[in-house]
């Protein structure tokens, strides 16, 4: 599907295959696919069932999507105007049970869409999440009430060729992935001491 992880110790393949691809082809996503996605974030965890994810969704050539596009930073605009389907994830920063702040809201939000983005692996989707777009305008162009933010853009598709990006995208695209070894964030002991189960 893309570029495969390089990793150390063995992980299901639609962990080792996930990546944020910017190079989409132009075919829609199916709309049972999309489906199977939101009911993927949809029995994602979260503090005492409160499920605070929200989501806007647009497919190129709906005004939903073109809105989408409009608050995205120019920089992800050079690669998304590729991208079939745009959303916006927005979290609910109260509980409703008792209308109190609720601190794990980005946090829970954030687990509905790595399921999201698994299940869309597993369907032989890409997904990219971006910071770079205006949460003020998202507020504005789509309504959003009090209390609710938009946390991030997110692009959706089937990857396509890197010769469709230029300059940095285009390198980026090609360009091997890396992480951070174990040592730097696996702890025991107190923080920052290196753990023994960890080779």
Not at 17 to 22: D, E, H
Not at 40 to 50: C, D, F, T
Not at 82 to 96: D, E, K, T
Not at 111 to 124: K, R
């Amino acid at each position: 599907m893309g570029k495969e992880a390089k990793n150390i110790y063995p992980l299901h393949d639609y962990l080792r295959t996930r990546w944020s691809a910017r190079a989409f082809t132009p075919q829609m996503v199916e709309t049972e696919k999309l489906q199977r996605l939101f009911e993927a974030a949809r029995w994602s965890p979260s503090l005492s069932n409160e499920q605070p994810w929200h989501f806007i969704v647009g497919r190129k050539g709906d005004e939903t999507w073109q809105k989408i596009f409009d608050i995205l930073d120019e920089g992800n605009q050079v690669w998304c105007i590729n991208a079939p389907v745009l959303m916006i994830s927005v979290g609910r920063s109260f509980l409703q049970k008792n209308n109190r702040p609720y601190p794990l809201f980005r946090y829970d939000t954030g687990q509905s869409l790595a399921h999201l983005t698994f299940e869309a692996v597993h369907l032989g989707l890409i997904v990219h999440q971006m910071a770079g777009f205006s949460p003020e305008k998202a507020i504005e162009v789509f309504e959003i009430p009090e209390g609710l933010v938009p946390l991030t853009a997110i692009a959706i598709g089937y990857l396509g060729d890197p010769s469709v990006l230029t300059g940095h995208h285009y390198k980026w695209e090609l360009a091997e992935r890396t992480r951070k070894p174990f040592e730097d964030f696996v702890f025991s002991g107190k923080f920052g001491h290196k753990s023994d189960i960890i080779d």
